[in-house]
């Protein structure tokens, strides 16, 4: 059972990555509210905010979070990188023992984390696998995009996804294996399912799915249903099934 403290908090330490590109209307909201449910139910937390070269007061709102904050780590990017750099600069600098990535508009809520990641802690879990119940899409051309990007990795990579419904809503990481499996990928729509598989082809690490409600804080237009994303993400994949028949993973 996963350790707690004399206060009832959580002792297993996590640290949220917040990735964000021009979030100044909904940002601070998301971090007060991540604020409040990590000091109630954890020891020991921190919340990494990548701002990823943001062209409105993103950067300003997290200097002045962080400045305020101590559980809080500023990464900022001269540019706008996309989202796949971002989050493995934020893996990079995490110091907790486990460490996930979220959005500004916060689809897992952090009053549910907890949950979480006693659910790693109790069954030694290297990669929990957070998986929607229900996921609509933002429109039809989000909801296509995401039945093809599915459908492809499926068949490039039927083992690593075997068992596994959703490889691209949330993932919780054990820090201690991360550098063993950071990606090639840096498109949006791999860079998180590349991490699953290559934990999954070592044989050496423990992946595990679970069915999670998602609900986002705000309504938003999906961020990873461009054509260049996808285009971008092709390559990614078809790049590492290269590596994956090499065994150089």
């Not at 020991?44 to 062209?55: A, P, T």
């Not at 609900?215 to 590596?243: C, E, Q, T």
Request: proline letters at 4%; aromatic letters at 12%; one cysteine or more.
């Amino acid at each position: 059972m996963a350790e707690q403290t004399g206060t009832g908090r959580c002792k297993a330490s996590v640290s949220m990555l917040i990735p964000a590109y021009n979030e100044e209307d909904i940002l601070l909201p998301a971090l007060e509210r991540s604020l409040e449910c990590f000091q109630r139910d954890f020891e020991d937390y921190e919340i990494v905010l990548i701002n990823d070269g943001s062209k409105d007061n993103t950067g300003a709102i997290i200097d002045e979070f962080v400045k305020t904050h101590d559980h809080a780590v500023a990464l900022h990017n001269l540019i706008n990188l996309n989202y796949g750099a971002s989050i493995q600069r934020g893996f990079v600098a995490a110091s907790k023992k486990y460490v996930f990535a979220n959005a500004a508009d916060l689809p897992l809520d952090p009053g549910k984390v907890r949950e979480l990641i006693e659910k790693s802690e109790n069954e030694n879990i290297d990669v929990l696998c957070v998986e929607r119940m229900e996921y609509l899409g933002t429109s039809a051309w989000r909801r296509f995009a995401s039945l093809v990007n599915r459908a492809l990795i499926l068949m490039l990579f039927p083992n690593g996804k075997k068992g596994i419904r959703d490889t691209n809503y949330l993932q919780i990481f054990r820090r201690s294996i991360i550098e063993d499996i950071l990606p090639l990928a840096r498109s949006p729509i791999f860079t998180m399912p590349e991490m699953i598989f290559r934990a999954r082809y070592k044989k050496i690490y423990k992946v595990v799915p679970v069915e999670f409600e998602y609900k986002a804080m705000s309504v938003r237009k999906g961020a990873f249903g461009h054509p260049n994303d996808i285009f971008w993400g092709i390559y990614d994949m078809l790049r590492f099934r290269l590596r994956v028949w090499q065994r150089n993973y």
